[in-house]
């Protein structure tokens, strides 16, 4: 093991509170000595005298790397977590029972550093430098825990959250769609920031001398009164009181201005209709099993998981085979384009079985 891996081993222990940075260099502790697939792949079955060679590499293969990452992770965590964890059988359900651990209480700091990102507005007056430092800081935490925010959607909340003096920006951004990194994004606001402060110290310079030249000319003005002598006061005009309104009888408005006319225009409501169109091949087809549960037969893919006891989730089989869960959790699905789906509450069954029309002879018929 090199020195830096040394140094990660001794300078990361996990206590609780820095579970996600643990976590995360854990990960790349395991992925530089080549056994972090065990944390993701099912443990092979045991060899007997009729198995091959091959199948009897993979089973040791695994074991071994299996037994280095349990050693990895033990020596990367407290004394009390490491009582707790001795007697586990794989790296995998070390993991597993961590996550329960230390996993909620990161989500719940994603969720809240995603919430301020999301709330942060530039207050009037403020420096763009300080809001966008408050920017990056909020999105970094954001990032620490978990929170996945591609660039393109970053720049638009940022941009979203400059203040109403930056409007003339924000639209050209909109309309010109110019692609920007978080530091581009900061000297392109920086310089606009220059132009708005030059431009409102030369507003306030011509402000300055049409006050100036109003108080000459009032000055004028009283000097010419003086000259001419009082000035008689004029008379104001006395407003007559309008009489009965013909349709409710009240006095102080004619029926044309009465609150109670039908005759106004009543406010109405637009009404909008949001039109879906999607289009595919007409020779594709989709078959519905009828499962009412997602599952998958291996740990990878798996975003959050939780493990589950002998018999807690049982499920059968299209054959009638009654097989039992051993966790639950979240899969993120990529898709070919650039889009994801997430399936929530997905079960992790080893024993599922595929192509299970080949293995047990069934066939579809379409009619």
């Not at 790349?28 to 045991?46: D, G, R």
């Not at 709330?119 to 990032?143: C, F, S, T």
Request: glycine fraction near 6%.
């Amino acid at each position: 093991m090199t020195p830096s891996l040394m140094n990660i081993l001794k300078d990361n222990t996990l206590t609780g509170d820095n579970y996600v940075t643990w976590k995360r260099k854990i990960g790349l502790l395991l992925q530089s000595e080549k056994h972090k697939f065990v944390l993701t792949t099912p443990k092979p079955p045991a060899p007997n005298n009729e198995s091959s060679i091959m199948c009897r590499d993979e089973y040791e293969q695994w074991k071994t790397s299996d037994d280095m990452a349990k050693c990895y992770i033990m020596a990367t965590i407290s004394d009390v977590l490491q009582q707790q964890h001795e007697g586990m059988e794989s790296a995998a359900d070390i993991m597993m029972s961590l996550e329960e651990m230390f996993a909620m209480k990161s989500r719940t700091t994603k969720r809240e550093a995603v919430t301020a990102f999301m709330n942060l507005r530039m207050k009037p007056g403020q420096a763009v430098k300080d809001h966008m430092m408050k920017v990056i800081a909020h999105l970094n935490i954001a990032e620490l825990h978990g929170a996945e925010i591609d660039g393109e959607t970053k720049i638009d909340m940022v941009v979203n959250s400059l203040s109403d003096s930056f409007d003339q920006f924000k639209l050209d951004y909109t309309l010109n769609k110019k692609e920007y990194t978080l530091q581009g994004l900061m000297q392109d606001v920086q310089s606009a920031e220059k132009i708005l402060v030059k431009g409102k110290g030369q507003e306030i310079h011509m402000v300055g001398k049409v006050a100036t030249v109003k108080a000459r000319q009032k000055v004028k003005k009283q000097q010419k009164k003086k000259q001419l002598g009082p000035i008689k006061k004029e008379t104001k005009k006395v407003t007559k009181i309008k009489g009965k309104c013909f349709l409710c009888g009240e006095k102080g408005h004619w029926k044309r201005n009465c609150p109670k006319s039908q005759n106004k225009k009543e406010e109405g409501n637009l009404n909008y209709l949001e039109t879906c169109f999607l289009a595919d091949s007409t020779d594709s087809w989709i078959i519905d099993s009828g499962a009412t549960n997602h599952v998958c037969y291996s740990l990878q893919g798996f975003q959050e998981r939780r493990k589950l006891s002998k018999n807690e989730i049982n499920l059968r089989l299209g054959n009638g085979t009654l097989v039992s869960a051993s966790a639950v959790g979240d899969i993120r699905v990529y898709l070919d384009s650039r889009r994801h789906l997430d399936l929530i509450d997905v079960y992790y069954v080893p024993q599922f079985k595929r192509a299970i029309q080949e293995e047990f002879n069934f066939s579809f018929l379409f009619e």
